[in-house]
């Protein structure tokens, strides 16, 4: 397969996602629909392969747009990323699917090939691994002056430590003194959110094909005051769902004296479950 004059010169081929054919209808129909790309210019396409049951869900872009200045501009980036999702979510309605980063790309529709061919038996398995499924995210916050209180009153550690203080400190003492207590009260706190999160962890993983540990983001990613100490996805079967949702909830119920809130959202794609692949080139 030789590349066309405009991939070659100008544009790139723009990937979505890795899907089967059952997404070809959709596509192929998305001139009705309100199905658009990226670069609304240009339409939603594919490059099927039906004989190996592999479909790229693709687009055209001018590389030149996807700059390191308008990738960090979130005027620029915003609309578009969010375009980029509504196709693979709109894929994912009727087929599995291998969704891929924001702004991967490759040069042509024949440097495409070379790669699904180098990677076909990964896709095909993968494909077959998240057929009817999706991922879900569990994100964990946390008052900590609500958790550090019920420590101060409950844990030993900090009861042994507060039981030795000074009766009648001289001012000086009584400060490093305390200092020392905050101290114990913080260890007993990040030992507490260990095992509480791991604790997590091991009850909703039991309800779910795949878990992946994902990033505790600061206040200011996350818009909430209080600390986000658990964060991670898990990749369910519909089937599955009531039951965990099910963990959740006693999860949430056991732990909201603690000042623990417990957020489900979903259905993603499943990003944190693809194998790692070689991306296209911009």
């Known amino acids: 397969m030789t590349d066309s004059p405009a991939e070659a010169a100008e544009l790139g081929?723009?990937?979505?996602?890795?899907?089967?054919?059952?997404?070809?209808?959709?596509?192929?129909?998305?001139?009705?629909?309100?199905?658009?790309?990226?670069?609304?210019?240009?339409?939603?396409?594919?490059?099927?392969?039906?004989?190996?049951?592999?479909v790229a869900v693709i687009g055209q872009v001018d590389p030149a747009e996807f700059s390191e200045q308008n990738l960090q501009t979130l005027d620029w980036l915003g609309p578009r990323?969010?375009?980029?999702?509504?196709?693979?979510?709109?894929?994912?309605?009727?087929?599995?699917?291998?969704?891929v980063k924001f702004g991967t790309m490759f040069r042509s529709r024949a440097s495409l090939k070379e790669f699904l061919d180098r990677h076909h038996k990964d896709i095909e398995q993968a494909l077959d691994k998240l057929r009817d499924k999706a991922e879900w995210s569990v994100?964990?916050?946390?008052?900590?002056?609500?958790?550090?209180?019920?420590?101060?009153?409950?844990?030993?550690?900090?009861?042994?430590r507060r039981a030795a203080l000074s009766p009648s400190p001289s001012p000086g003492l009584r400060y490093l003194q305390q200092k020392q207590l905050d101290a114990v009260i913080e260890a007993a706190l990040r030992a507490w959110v260990a095992r509480v999160t791991h604790d997590l962890h091991d009850v909703l993983v039991h309800h779910a094909d795949a878990s992946a540990a994902l990033r505790c983001h600061a206040s200011a990613v996350t818009g909430r005051t209080e600390r986000m100490v658990f964060n991670g996805g898990f990749l369910l079967a519909p089937a599955a769902l009531a039951d965990f949702r099910a963990a959740l909830s006693g999860l949430q119920q056991a732990h909201q004296r603690t000042g623990l809130t417990l957020e489900l959202r979903g259905p993603w794609p499943p990003y944190n479950f693809c194998p790692t692949l070689s991306e296209g080139k911009p």
Not at 24 to 41: F, I, N, T
Not at 81 to 99: C, F, T, Y
């Open 81 to 99: 990323a969010q375009r980029h999702e509504a196709v693979v979510e709109r894929i994912m309605d009727v087929s599995p699917v291998l969704p």
């Open 139 to 160: 994100k964990g916050y946390l008052v900590e002056e609500d958790a550090r209180t019920i420590i101060a009153a409950e844990d030993t550690g900090v009861q042994s």
């Open 13 to 54: 081929i723009y990937l979505y996602c890795l899907a089967r054919p059952e997404c070809l209808a959709l596509v192929q129909g998305s001139a009705e629909s309100d199905l658009y790309g990226v670069d609304e210019r240009y339409p939603v396409t594919t490059l099927a392969q039906p004989e190996d049951g592999v």
